[in-house]
């Protein structure tokens, strides 16, 4: 996996390189808006990191030329910003995810990852598998094994992200973002709850726990290994 | 009546009142000293004039006796009784029997003593044909041979000039005093007034509305100038209190960046970490070390989540986030925030209640209100407990938002501090917390032109939040 990270501050793309290529990334690194999209023009990326305040040529500006000549490579912006207003400016100049500086490598790393999965899934399912646990779109109902588990309509909701997710890490932000819609952190550690009301639910009477907590970073759904 | 009475109270305490009661009395009393002399005055004056008309009347008739004997006196007398002269003075000659000779006094008055010296007496006159008895007031003159002279003046227009200054002055004097009273009650009102207003921007002040100020008349008066000492003093203040909160905003600022590499920096050790022992990501087997690790980057996410949230109300404060407000349903936002808290709730044995009107639209940003709510539902199920009622109601275009709770409450005087940064009831400051969640909260509602205000649940917490509905 390849990929491009446009960062002018040194400090943070120096530590952007070494924890993408420690985790297994080939990564190309520039200072500048142009040289970026330049490089980017090449579609060669997997997926693209770049802050939203660039010499040579503004984030925004870069994504939007990028889209503009028809390259769609899954993009995170970075930004020392935080209000909604600039999430939503980043996210409609063509940026797919959008994370506020200072952020948690491990919260980009799950975020790169969900950005890859989603360039690589395309087609649409109407069922999600993992493991005996099955989860219809359509019907919205949900059976592990032979039972039938009844869930509330935000316990499939995060179910559905976690499986979506299936096998990979996803951060309690995350699921405050796409579960709730809501881009602020909580003082309680409402998700917590929430994933620990729906492991009773979806683990409690099987032998082989699913949703696992990972330490440091969020929560995986995944077959026991 | 008790209602009045206790107002009359309040009134009798008040320095103006005091003020504007001293101001009546040293009035009335030199008033009152100034009629009184201007009536002694002129009483003694006239009294004088009486007395020096007789001396002059009875020094001319001395004369007349002495050179002419009795014959001219009587002659004389007779002479100056015919006809009204006007000046009012009155004349008998009697011989020793008190048979008249001569006068234009009919008879020997009544009950006057023959003695002589001083006499006064009261007389029959025709006025007008009506007859009167008027007071006189003269001197009775004992002739050798047993002959009485008696000399007086009727003094009636006298007694009717000082029954008239009289009336004057009594008068003149009830004016005076009422214009005093009326002078010291506008007088203390004006000066109530312009203290109160000083008295009620200190309030509002303390209130929390620290941009209010005492109103200036531009006189430049005593209380002008005081009002303007006042006015910038508490500028000061306010700068002060702003400089504060710049202060520990810059410090969150310029705190993040560094702490975030520290973060970074130790986040990255421990995926090398990983890479080289080839753990798996459940570190079953961390050493110490990378146990250590963990815990201190536990600890700066801590700080940033701080230092975030400060900023996070700093941005509201500043209302630069002012033009993202949008029509949204006030309900809707509340049911989200309770669905997000609900099994926090049930975890921490609370029962959480909700009782939302449905369709309330108001303008507003639905993050920065969603995040409120959760900071009220957090302290509520943080600090109170018991029942936790959630409700939000429209009542004369106001959309109102309640979270009460069942706890030990907030005291009344500590009611408008904990809405300060950092600020925490708990002295031993054990429960996790970073004292910011009703700053916020604050922030948000000033930041949508709404109130919010701590009240008293018996038992417990009620926090009120109020928004102009749409």
């Known amino acids: 996996m390849k990929l491009l990270v446009v960062e002018d501050d040194r400090e943070t793309a120096a530590y952007l390189v070494k924890g993408l290529s420690e985790s297994g990334y080939t990564v190309d690194q520039s200072g500048d808006g142009r040289e970026g999209l330049y490089l980017a023009s090449s579609g060669s990326y997997d997926a693209i990191i770049l802050d939203r305040m660039l010499p040579g040529m503004d984030g925004l500006a870069m994504l939007g030329a990028l889209r503009a000549a028809k390259i769609g490579t899954p993009s995170l912006i970075l930004s020392a910003l935080g209000s909604v207003d600039d999430r939503v400016k980043g996210l409609r100049a063509g940026g797919d995810d959008y994370l506020v500086k200072p952020f948690a490598f491990s919260e980009l790393l799950a975020r790169i990852e969900a950005l890859l999965r989603r360039g690589a899934a395309g087609a649409t399912t109407t069922k999600l598998r993992a493991a005996d646990l099955e989860l219809d779109l359509l019907t919205r109902s949900v059976k592990r094994g032979d039972s039938v588990i009844d869930l509330l309509p935000r316990e499939f909701q995060l179910l559905e992200y976690l499986m979506r997710n299936a096998g990979h890490v996803v951060t309690r932000t995350m699921l405050l973002e796409h579960v709730w819609d809501y881009h602020f952190d909580p003082q309680t550690n409402v998700i917590d709850v929430h994933i620990s009301r729906l492991r009773q639910k979806v683990d409690r009477n099987f032998d082989k726990p699913l949703i696992h907590t990972v330490r440091g970073a969020g929560y995986c759904l995944r077959a026991a290994d | ?470």
């Open chain 2, 1 to 470: 009546m008790w209602r009045l009475l206790g107002q009359i109270r309040q009134l009798v305490k008040t320095h103006a009142f005091r003020l504007a009661s001293l101001y009546f009395a040293v009035f009335a009393v030199s008033v009152l000293g100034v009629l009184l002399s201007v009536y002694l005055i002129s009483a003694d004056f006239v009294e004088r004039q009486t007395q020096a008309t007789l001396e002059a009347e009875i020094a001319g008739l001395a004369e007349q006796y002495a050179q002419r004997g009795i014959s001219g006196l009587v002659q004389i007398i007779a002479a100056r009784s015919a006809g009204d002269r006007g000046d009012g003075v009155l004349y008998l000659v009697t011989n020793a029997d008190g048979h008249p000779l001569a006068g234009n006094i009919t008879g020997w008055p009544e009950g006057t003593p023959v003695s002589p010296g001083p006499v006064s007496f009261r007389v029959a006159m025709k006025d007008q044909g009506v007859t009167r008895t008027h007071p006189a007031q003269g001197a009775l003159i004992v002739i050798p041979e047993g002959y009485r002279l008696l000399v007086a003046r009727d003094i009636s227009d006298a007694a009717l000039y000082r029954q008239r200054i009289k009336m004057t002055l009594v008068w003149s004097g009830l004016v005076a005093l009422v214009a005093g009273l009326f002078g010291g009650a506008v007088m203390s009102r004006n000066l109530l007034r312009r203290v109160e207003q000083v008295n009620r921007t200190a309030e509002r002040v303390m209130g929390g509305n620290l941009a209010d100020r005492v109103p200036l008349k531009g006189t430049r008066d005593e209380f002008d100038q005081l009002a303007a000492n006042l006015n910038n003093m508490l500028d000061q203040i306010e700068r002060l209190m702003a400089g504060m909160r710049e202060v520990s905003d810059n410090i969150a600022h310029d705190l993040r960046t560094p702490l975030a590499r520290l973060r970074a920096r130790l986040e990255l050790s421990l995926i090398a970490n990983q890479n080289t022992n080839g753990q798996n990501t459940n570190g079953a087997e961390d050493g110490a070390q990378t146990e250590a690790v963990r815990a201190a980057i536990d600890e700066a996410d801590r700080l940033l989540a701080t230092f975030n949230a400060l900023l996070n109300i700093a941005e509201a404060e500043s209302g630069a986030r002012r033009n993202q407000a949008e029509p949204l349903d006030l309900a809707q936002t509340v049911r989200s925030a309770a669905e997000l808290y609900e099994p926090v709730a049930e975890e921490k044995g609370c029962a959480l209640k909700l009782d939302v009107e449905p369709g309330i639209m108001i303008r507003g940003d639905r993050h920065l209100l969603s995040q409120a709510v959760a900071n009220l539902l957090d302290n509520a199920l943080k600090y109170g407990g018991g029942e936790v009622r959630l409700s939000a109601h429209q009542q004369d275009g106001r959309a109102a938002l309640e979270v009460s709770d069942m706890g030990p409450g907030i005291p009344e005087e500590e009611r408008e501090a904990v809405f300060d940064r950092f600020v925490r009831l708990e002295p031993s400051r054990s429960t996790p917390g970073n004292g910011l969640g009703l700053s916020l909260v604050r922030a948000v509602a000033r930041l949508h032109n709404g109130t919010v205000a701590l009240g008293d649940n018996q038992p417990g917490l009620k926090v009120r939040l109020e928004f102009a509905a749409l």
